[in-house]
């Protein structure tokens, strides 16, 4: 399988819960940054897209936890892009290092709204021209 | 469709991002507090079973989010449960108040461990006699 | 000691850290959770003031944690505003309930910014008319 | 000034609240990433000091918030250290990248906990030898 874009990270102990791992909901997060690290990369701003009123919203996620990160754990995020109709398909999985086993992965929907209303999506097409083409 | 159990909680204004809704990674806290709200109706406290060396952990979500709550929005999520092997799957259907209307819905599975160890899951049958009958 | 209002709230386990108790950021949250549901009760909503060009920011927290809270802790939060030029003073007691023992004490100051200008304050008056009176 | 370490961070996206900028709370975030950095520095690791029963908790806290950081903003955090009788007191001074303004200063107080227990404090002169000499 061939990624996109990867990200590396850290797991901080704020984000542990009393479990003493990473709360569910902090992955969320972790995934959100990797993919406006990728925007970034291409040199796409994300506050200055809303500026434009181009909001880009996630509309599903589908996120299996296979094994949990403690504090401190250093991770990568490794994204593929899908274009499906109006929705970018962003496939994510997080690898632990060293080791690089299998932690998480994520499948997240994202669509791209213009002023509030649902595009159909080609703004995907002009950012991710490499990798959707 | 019936459910088994509801919380109503009001969204924060910190837990919405730049983008000026609620940031989607929250979502998966306020379906984590209502699950802990429902063990409490039952006189179960996630604490303490954690000093048992009972974990409950999330396996596995699905997030559809169909519209964006605000700062100050009250809502209320409904659970329903569901016994499938070793995995407690909780269906949580975020309503919108004053309206009802259904702004996200989870599917989360949820496994117990002992000690750190997959168990076959009958506490949640403990647990939830009257609901998993 | 009179208070102006007070607000009560529940300690999240997701609030949690790996120590076992609400992370020190958390109380932030709460505090500020209890300022806008003070504004809340004046009729004054948060978002509204954004869309008018007035901001108001923390410019100063002080806060001392006597006691830590955990996860299922209920708890009050009274303010005490007070106005000390362009700065509205707010001293804010977290009691943790039952018992009413003092667990955390913040005092935050705030200033109001107008299209991203720092105003005389004169707003925090026309708000808290009768508190600051 | 001297410092004693610092540690550089980017601000998220999501750690910014409908106002646009960074939450208030979230700085308290960013200051404890610092001091566990500074302590992974020293070889000392948060979760093991938990293990054999030691806690370092927040007892204080001063910020003061001179300007805000926006989602996306590089940042460095300035650490010194002082023992003040059982406390450790961790001055942090957040600089905006590039540019190295001063945009927030913490002032926080950290005590060590044996078992529960409030201790002396002597813990922080054997991890921190060379600074608090």
């Given at each position: 399988?061939?990624?996109?874009?990867?990200h590396?990270?850290?797991?901080?102990d704020?984000?542990c819960?009393?479990?003493?791992?990473v709360?569910?909901?902090?992955y969320?997060?972790?995934f959100?940054?990797?993919?406006h690290?990728?925007?970034e990369?291409?040199r796409?701003?994300?506050?200055r897209?809303?500026e434009?009123g181009?909001?880009m919203?996630v509309?599903?996620?589908?996120?299996r936890?296979?094994?949990?990160?403690?504090g401190g754990?250093?991770?990568?995020?490794?994204?593929?892009?899908?274009?499906?109709?109006a929705r970018?398909v962003?496939?994510?999985?997080?690898?632990?290092l060293?080791?690089?086993?299998?932690y998480?992965?994520?499948?997240?929907?994202?669509i791209?709204l213009?002023?509030?209303?649902l595009?159909d999506?080609?703004?995907?097409?002009?950012i991710?021209?490499?990798e959707l083409?």
């Open positions: 399988m061939e990624y996109h874009y990867e590396e990270m850290k797991a901080r704020y984000e819960d009393a479990q003493g791992v709360n569910n909901a902090n969320l997060h972790y959100e940054v990797s993919r690290e990728f925007l990369a291409k796409v701003n994300f506050r897209l809303r434009q181009i909001d919203m509309a599903r996620v589908d996120v936890y296979k094994y949990p990160l403690q754990d250093r991770f990568v995020i490794r994204l593929r892009l899908q274009r499906e109709g970018l962003v496939q994510h999985d997080l690898h632990r060293p080791g690089e086993q299998l998480t992965r994520c499948v997240a929907e994202i791209a213009k002023d509030g209303r595009t999506g080609k703004i995907f097409d002009a991710f021209a490499a083409a």
